[in-house]
Nanobody, 123 residues
Framework: QVELQESGGGSVEVGGSLRLRCAAS????????MGWLRQAPGKEREEVAS???????RHADSVKGRFTVSIDKDEKTVSLQMTGLKPEDTGVYYC?????????????????WGQGTQVTVSS
């Protein structure tokens, strides 16, 4: 089981920026994917952005142009740069990891999850 540790959440005002970072205990090899999902109060968890070993990056329509996901395999990290934050971006953000072919399809299937980090955007 890959362990994931998130950092970087917090509270910002509308239009602000935050950078989330997630460190994995290991990346077991290819294929793999890492991503960020969020859950707002009263809503289902949704994928925000992800990347995989095949070089594909995905961003939800709601965050395109504002959020950017990146992976550093050597550092075993996935990061999410968030700019132009809106109140609807508020939620708990979870880092996720998948280590088999099922994570290269859509929707991605992840096998490991972080504990989550809170992001709050106030107007």
């Amino acid at each position: 089981q890959v362990e994931l540790q998130e950092s970087g959440g917090g509270s910002v005002e509308v239009g602000g920026s935050l950078r989330l970072r997630c460190a994995a205990s290991e990346i077991t090899g290819s294929p793999y994917c890492m991503g960020w999902l969020r859950q707002a109060p009263g809503k289902e968890r949704e994928e925000v952005a992800s990347a995989d070993s095949a070089g594909y990056f995905r961003h939800a329509d709601s965050v395109k142009g504002r959020f950017t996901v990146s992976i550093d395999k050597d550092e075993k990290t996935v990061s999410l740069q968030m700019t132009g934050l809106k109140p609807e971006d508020t939620g708990v953000y979870y880092c996720a990891y998948g280590g088999d072919w099922s994570c290269l399809s859509w929707p991605r299937k992840y096998s490991s999850w972080g504990q989550g980090t809170q992001v709050t955007v106030s107007s």
